[in-house]
């Protein structure tokens, strides 16, 4: 009998080279530099292989027109502040989507501005994620209880 998988878990990280300030108190900062990683984890139903490529191209497309540029002048960073948590909630909420699109879920985002600080989204705690994989494991084992009852049924259970 063959294992099955219940999914592909995938880790992709990219990075961005973008400026920002912050206001204050009224007082807008200096604009400075940043290079932001963002760590997705995706997972892919099934046991059909997927390429990295399939889904770096899809983020890489996403984050392009932030590269380079000063994200207080591009939406929705004209208006929210560009904190590392605004903005990984809005590329999670943004990438969510077109990842499902594609085949994939989101499982976490974690956004850093510096090698030691990090903002974490994680959708690992959310119903429909526990209720999906419980569905599949009590699948699993409603296959394996049916197999062995049907050893047993058989008289086959003598080799075991």
Same mark, same amino acid.
């Given at each position: 009998m063959r294992k099955e998988r219940l999914y592909r878990e995938y880790r992709l990280k990219s990075y961005l080279?973008?400026?920002?300030?912050?206001?204050?108190?009224?007082?807008?900062?200096?604009?400075?530099?940043?290079?932001? /990683? %963002? $760590?997705?984890?995706?997972?892919?139903?099934?046991? /059909? %292989? $997927?390429e990295f490529r399939t889904f770096e191209s899809l983020i890489e497309q996403y984050l392009d027109k932030y590269q380079n540029q000063i994200l207080n002048t591009i939406e929705p960073f004209d208006i929210i502040v560009p904190t590392i948590e605004n903005v990984t909630d809005h590329f999670n909420e943004e990438l969510q989507g077109l990842l499902q699109e594609h085949g994939g879920e989101l499982v976490s985002m974690e956004g850093s501005e510096t090698p030691t600080r990090s903002y974490i989204v994680s959708h690992r705690n959310e119903p429909e994620f526990i209720d999906q994989i419980g569905k599949k494991q009590t699948e699993q084992i409603s296959g394996v209880v049916n197999y062995v009852v049907e050893q047993i049924i058989n008289g086959q259970d003598k080799k075991w």
């Open positions: 080279n973008m400026n920002h300030y912050i206001t204050i108190n009224g007082k807008q900062g200096q604009t400075h530099p940043h290079t932001w /990683e %963002f $760590v997705i984890t995706m997972i892919v139903d099934g046991d /059909e %292989f $997927v």
